[in-house]
């Protein structure tokens, strides 16, 4: 990325519990078509394996992760604990999020933290990586992530997200990866709309593979706005119409973004489908 090539990165949802035999399987398969692979924090907040621990273990078989960490469940002590033992393992990136709310997962009874926002939380990466713990304390060596942050082109009001971002930037952020957007004309104004900012962003694009998935991202998930055509789509073909639309997306903004994010909904294996679809159909 830092050399202008296009990159590709996936997405695994670590396992529900310490075997991580289905984690490998799913790392292997996409392994040969992405440049990396991100392993989410206890995303929807519901409980899963440490991503801290999923991504050593990708890491151990050869296949560059990328650790998401959130504010959601750590305060600033947590975070910065962490982030040096991901430093010490040799971790090379990091998304930084704010973390889905306790309410929607499977522990609505847990407490959140928050003592942060994602923002804040590149600033604290920030000083880590110059060597300097959150209060000013030097540390014996810095930490040396590439470090990210996320965007949805998809809010309603796009100006304030075109704000965030730049202070993202500000704060340290040197990529972008998106939130899904499944309107091609919304995700290309978006887009448009960042360049100026010149970051590096890739495009989020999840990947739709049956009508109730759709209908339950639609229901459930905020932040995602899920057009009647697309529901259209796939109450007609379903998983076909779910791969096609991925596609058509990839090749509607590749122009205006340096890559792609690609997410399932516990599908992982219908990735290198899209991908190879996309590759033939882009040359």
């Given at each position: 990325?830092?050399?202008?090539e296009?990159?590709?990165?996936?997405?695994?949802t670590?396992?529900?519990?310490?075997?991580?035999?289905?984690?490998?399987?799913?790392?292997?398969?996409?392994?040969?078509h992405?440049?990396?692979?991100?392993?989410?924090?206890?995303?929807?907040?519901l409980?899963?394996?440490s991503?801290?621990?999923?991504?050593?273990?990708l890491?151990?078989?050869?296949v560059?992760?990328?650790?998401?960490l959130?504010?959601?469940?750590?305060?600033?002590?947590?975070?910065?604990?962490?982030?040096?033992?991901?430093?010490?393992?040799g971790i090379p990136?990091?998304l930084?999020?704010?973390?889905?709310?306790?309410?929607?997962?499977?522990q609505?009874?847990?407490?959140?933290?928050?003592?942060i926002e994602?923002?804040q939380?590149?600033?604290?990466?920030?000083?880590?990586q110059?060597?300097?713990?959150q209060?000013?304390?030097?540390m014996?060596?810095?930490?040396?992530?590439?470090?990210?942050a996320?965007?949805?082109?998809?809010?309603?009001?796009?100006?304030?997200?075109?704000?965030?971002?730049?202070?993202?930037?500000?704060?340290g952020?040197?990529?972008?990866?998106?939130?899904?957007?499944?309107?091609?004309?919304?995700?290309?104004?978006?887009?448009?709309?960042?360049?100026?900012?010149?970051?590096?962003?890739?495009?989020?694009i999840?990947?739709?593979?049956?009508l109730?998935i759709?209908q339950?991202l639609?229901?459930?998930i905020?932040g995602?706005?899920?057009?009647?055509?697309?529901?259209?789509?796939l109450s007609?073909v379903?998983?076909?119409?779910?791969i096609e639309?991925?596609?058509e997306?990839?090749l509607?903004?590749?122009?205006?973004?340096?890559?792609?994010?690609l997410?399932?909904?516990?599908?992982?294996e219908?990735?290198?489908?899209?991908?190879?679809r996309?590759?033939a159909?882009?040359?």
């Amino acid at each position: 990325m830092e050399r202008g090539e296009r990159v590709i990165t996936a997405e695994i949802t670590p396992p529900k519990g310490a075997g991580v035999k289905k984690l490998l399987q799913h790392a292997t398969l996409l392994k040969p078509h992405v440049d990396a692979i991100n392993i989410t924090d206890c995303q929807r907040a519901l409980v899963k394996m440490s991503s801290l621990a999923a991504c050593k273990v990708l890491l151990d078989n050869g296949v560059e992760p990328v650790y998401q960490l959130t504010c959601r469940d750590r305060n600033s002590i947590a975070l910065q604990s962490d982030l040096m033992g991901a430093g010490a393992l040799g971790i090379p990136n990091l998304l930084c999020l704010t973390g889905d709310p306790v309410k929607v997962g499977d522990q609505p009874n847990a407490k959140s933290v928050f003592e942060i926002e994602s923002t804040q939380l590149l600033k604290l990466v920030g000083s880590l990586q110059k060597g300097r713990d959150q209060s000013g304390a030097k540390m014996n060596a810095p930490t040396k992530f590439f470090v990210g942050a996320v965007v949805n082109p998809v809010l309603t009001n796009e100006s304030s997200q075109l704000k965030r971002m730049e202070k993202k930037i500000e704060a340290g952020a040197r990529f972008f990866q998106t939130q899904a957007c499944y309107s091609v004309a919304t995700f290309r104004e978006f887009l448009k709309e960042a360049v100026p900012f010149r970051a590096n962003v890739l495009a989020g694009i999840l990947i739709l593979h049956s009508l109730e998935i759709a209908q339950y991202l639609k229901a459930n998930i905020p932040g995602v706005a899920m057009p009647d055509d697309v529901l259209s789509r796939l109450s007609a073909v379903g998983r076909e119409a779910g791969i096609e639309l991925a596609v058509e997306t990839m090749l509607g903004v590749a122009d205006l973004c340096q890559g792609f994010h690609l997410m399932t909904v516990r599908e992982e294996e219908i990735i290198p489908e899209v991908l190879e679809r996309y590759h033939a159909r882009a040359r």
